[in-house]
């Protein structure tokens, strides 16, 4: 959105969305660096989120703003999201792997990290997005309506906004269930299916993990990028 570099100071604009108007003010250089606020509605009127733009970040304003107003809920009342940094980390579908866990700053904030780009979340609805470059995709998410999955989708949209290349299909295999009792009359049996995943939204599912991994492999070649490393 490159007009927004244009906006004298305080002066106000609209832009629509999909799924709503969102209104921005710019605030000047005096007396620090300029930058925009934007306020996304909710479905039923009201805020449901408050965005602050730097200039470097105006070029991903636009989608941005779609992106956090498509997944706003439809009322909206000020508190803090119902949805845990943690919670949100473990549904994100642009995170690797959490064989160690999710850990949490002294903040009570999560973060993680995909090729090129970074998210975190706090309690309070901070979220931000920082690519490797510096650009930074900041939001403050209001309501207890913000619930686990549309802060997530919020943070992996933004991540895909900023992230490298080969970062936006990252892809996983879920592990088998292994053995388990299948009935009374029949004893234990093996279950070693395995379902491939990709941050893109694809699935696959497998007899074993070694087809979903092959599965996997098949997908990152189909989309023409390289294995995030």
């Not at 009570?108 to 609805?125: F, H, I």
């Not at 939001?139 to 895909?160: I, K, S």
Request: proline residues 7%; contains cysteine; hydrophobic residues 40%.
């Amino acid at each position: 959105m490159p007009g927004l570099i244009l906006l004298a100071d305080r002066e106000t604009t609209e832009y629509r969305t999909p799924h709503g108007s969102v209104r921005m003010r710019k605030y000047g250089r005096t007396p620090g660096p300029e930058f925009v606020r934007a306020a996304v509605p909710a479905g039923s009127g009201g805020r449901a989120a408050l965005v602050t733009l730097r200039p470097v970040a105006y070029p991903y304003a636009g989608a941005w703003l779609e992106v956090i107003a498509e997944h706003a809920p439809a009322a909206a009342d000020h508190r803090e999201p119902g949805a845990a940094p943690e919670s949100v980390r473990l549904v994100a579908r642009m995170t690797r792997t959490h064989a160690n866990g999710v850990p949490r700053a002294s903040d009570g904030s999560v973060g993680w990290s995909v090729p090129g780009a970074s998210a975190r979340v706090w309690p309070d609805g901070r979220l931000a997005v920082t690519s490797a470059d510096g650009v930074e995709l900041s939001v403050r998410l209001e309501g207890a309506q913000w619930d686990t999955a549309r802060v997530a989708a919020v943070a992996d949209a933004g991540l895909r906004l900023l992230c490298a290349p080969e970062a936006r299909h990252m892809t996983r295999t879920t592990r088998p269930r292994g053995w388990g009792q299948s009935s009374l009359w029949v004893g234990r049996s093996y279950d070693g299916a395995s379902v491939a995943v990709c941050s893109c939204g694809w699935r696959a599912a497998a007899a074993s993990p070694l087809g979903a991994r092959g599965s996997a492999a098949e997908h990152v070649r189909d989309v023409g990028v390289g294995a995030p490393r």
